[in-house]
């Protein structure tokens, strides 16, 4: 339900923007964020937006990471600067998406995607 894109490989330092859509049509969209995993490790928080734009970060990502959203597009951005080689994970996207109208809301998430962060 969601396509996640942008991951990549880069030097320590560098950027990255990931990209997070609804790959197929929905009716509303809520609450979205990215989490991260890295091998061995649990799933953790990074940053998350409400609709109207609030955000929340881990506290590795703050003054580093920015999240955004296009509402027009349905689309969430996560502008990863100074990448550090333990932001190295797979980050999953998540939304809190209507898919219809007379559906309820339902968390969805993307298929991750790797960002690997070596020189």
């Known amino acids: 339900q969601l396509q996640a894109s942008g991951g990549g490989l880069v030097q320590p330092g560098g950027s990255l923007r990931l990209s997070c859509a609804p790959s197929g049509s929905i009716f509303s969209l809520n609450d979205m964020g990215w989490y991260r995993q890295a091998p061995g490790k649990q799933r953790e928080l990074v940053a998350g937006i409400t609709n109207g734009g609030s955000t929340n970060y881990a506290d590795s990502a703050k003054g580093r990471f920015t999240i955004s959203r296009d509402n027009a597009k349905n689309t969430m951005y996560l502008q990863m600067n100074n990448l550090r080689p333990e932001d190295t994970a797979v980050y999953y996207c998540?939304?809190?998406?209507?898919?219809?109208?007379?559906?309820?809301?339902?968390?969805?998430w993307g298929q991750g995607t790797q960002v690997t962060v070596s020189s």
């Open positions: 998540y939304s809190v998406i209507r898919t219809s109208r007379s559906s309820y809301e339902a968390r969805y």
